[in-house]
């Protein structure tokens, strides 16, 4: 079975990861995040990058070629595509496969939120194709969520979390408003809750 949980940042994603993997059988899950341009294999050529710029620990080398490359140019459509094949291939083929292990996978993260991070990142939106590739091709999860929270109680939880990189108001206006616009079955769970408020919705969603 897998399980997807998206929202914007601050939403509570994580801790209601941890819950839904505390209600399976220890051992019996695993928990994947992952988002666009952060997968296994981009990951993995951002390393090989690094090594033969001779550059091993900077980690942002590799992006930094990406963000100079994100209009219609060769090497940033190459990118680009290199990202979106990786994505699809890893949530496609990857993941459906360790969910045929009999394990609960549980998704931090899923299409909704790559979506969203492509427009910000690309600065145009997921058009129609890429929309229906994406769903075609990536698994099916039993249950998809999207935690709603609004943009005062987010920057409340960064500060308390003293997040090291928190993002603007503007940013989570602009996040909230592309969550809602790319929505399509998501359950929506109101997050500005408590967690253990929060978590029993979601458990009546979920049979495990």
């Not at 033969?52 to 963000?67: C, D, E, P, Q, S």
């Not at 909704?112 to 099916?140: M, Q």
């Not at 249950?143 to 308390?160: D, G, P, Q, W, Y």
């Amino acid at each position: 079975m897998i399980i997807a949980v998206s929202g914007v940042d601050c939403s509570g994603k994580s801790t209601q990861i941890q819950y839904i993997s505390g209600l399976v059988d220890s051992g019996q899950s695993k928990i994947i995040w992952g988002r666009y341009g952060y997968t296994p294999g981009i990951e993995a050529l951002k390393k090989i990058y690094r090594f033969l710029r001779g550059n091993k620990h900077n980690k942002n080398i590799a992006w930094t070629l990406v963000n100079e490359n994100t209009g219609f140019t060769f090497v940033g459509l190459i990118w680009q595509w290199i990202s979106i094949i990786d994505f699809l291939f890893y949530y496609g083929f990857v993941v459906r496969a360790m969910s045929k292990t009999g394990k609960t996978i549980i998704l931090d993260r899923f299409l909704i939120d790559f979506f969203v991070d492509y427009e910000l990142f690309h600065k145009k939106k997921a058009g129609f194709f890429l929309k229906r590739l994406a769903s075609l091709v990536t698994c099916n999860p039993k249950c998809s969520f999207l935690l709603s929270v609004n943009v005062k109680t987010s920057i409340e939880r960064m500060a308390l979390k003293n997040d090291p990189f928190p993002l603007s108001k503007e940013s989570l206006e602009k996040r909230s408003k592309l969550y809602q616009e790319y929505r399509t079955s998501e359950l929506i769970i109101d997050a500005n809750r408590g967690v253990d408020e929060v978590f029993k919705d979601i458990r009546s969603y979920i049979q495990i």
